[in-house]
């Protein structure tokens, strides 16, 4: 399996940025799918963003032109673009890698939206 360890989650002040990383290790062999998630405390596991191999992506209507998934295939890292936070984006984020044989989750970096 495919190892993914995130990083760029903390404290941010409402209308505030953050950028997550969710790097893998080794290589990825051409993943079919690669998405961030969020859940909050007593919520459910929810698509914030995914992007397919070809590249297109697709949001969740909550984030639309506030968030941004990219990712660089050189450094085999997905990034999440967080603008104009709000509280209620605060939640553990998850990035989430699929492809033929193998799949992977992040440990997952809270975010935190508060004055």
């Known amino acids: 399996q495919v190892q993914l360890v995130e990083s760029g989650g903390g404290l941010v002040q409402p209308g505030g940025s953050l950028r997550l990383s969710c790097a893998a290790s080794g290589t990825i062999f051409r993943p079919n799918f690669m998405g961030w998630y969020r859940q909050a405390p007593g919520k459910q596991r929810d698509l914030v963003a995914v992007?397919?191999?070809?590249?297109?992506?697709n949001y969740a209507d909550s984030v639309k032109d506030r968030f941004t998934i990219s990712r660089d295939n050189a450094k085999n890292t997905v990034y999440l673009q967080m603008n104009s936070l709000k509280p209620e984006d605060t939640a553990v984020y998850y990035c989430y890698v699929a492809g033929s044989g193998f799949n992977s989750w992040g440990q997952g970096t809270q975010v935190t939206v508060s004055s």
């Open positions: 992007m397919t191999s070809g590249g297109s992506t």
